[in-house]
């Protein structure tokens, strides 16, 4: 089965930085492009930033967070971060990593994590 456990999700002040995890088990890490995705209360998940699989240092971002925001994989941890700087009270949302089927179409989501921008 096809897992992603995201954590690091928690309350910061607005300029602050978070970074999230996602760990992954249950399929061949290496060969799938990652994804994190933000859902905020009542509405659907947005995508916030991709890293590709054979070129890792391939990345996406959406505009609202390019700059700011930084997704990196380490393929022998099976694990992809999303490092988040100068948060704002507007990304206040919830977390997820997914696995991609392609650039920005989720295939497998992992569980959520809160994240909480105070002003």
């Known amino acids: 089965d096809v897992q992603l456990q995201a954590s690091g999700g928690g309350l910061v002040q607005a300029g602050g930085s978070l970074r999230l995890s996602c760990v992954a088990s249950?399929?061949?890490?290496?060969?799938?492009?990652i994804g994190w995705f933000r859902q905020f209360p009542g509405k659907g998940r947005e995508g916030v930033g991709c890293?590709?699989?054979?070129?890792?240092?391939?990345?996406w971002y959406s505009d609202s967070v390019k700059g700011r925001f930084t997704v990196a994989r380490d393929n022998a941890k099976d694990t992809v971060y999303l490092q988040m700087n100068n948060l704002r009270p507007e990304d206040t949302a919830v977390y997820y990593c997914?696995?991609?089927?392609?650039?920005?179409?989720?295939?497998?989501w992992g569980q959520g994590t809160q994240v909480t921008v105070s002003s």
């Open positions: 249950g399929f061949d890490f290496d060969d799938i492009a």
């Open positions: 890293v590709g699989s054979e070129d890792i240092t391939a990345t």
């Open positions: 997914a696995t991609l089927f392609s650039l920005w179409v989720p295939l497998d």
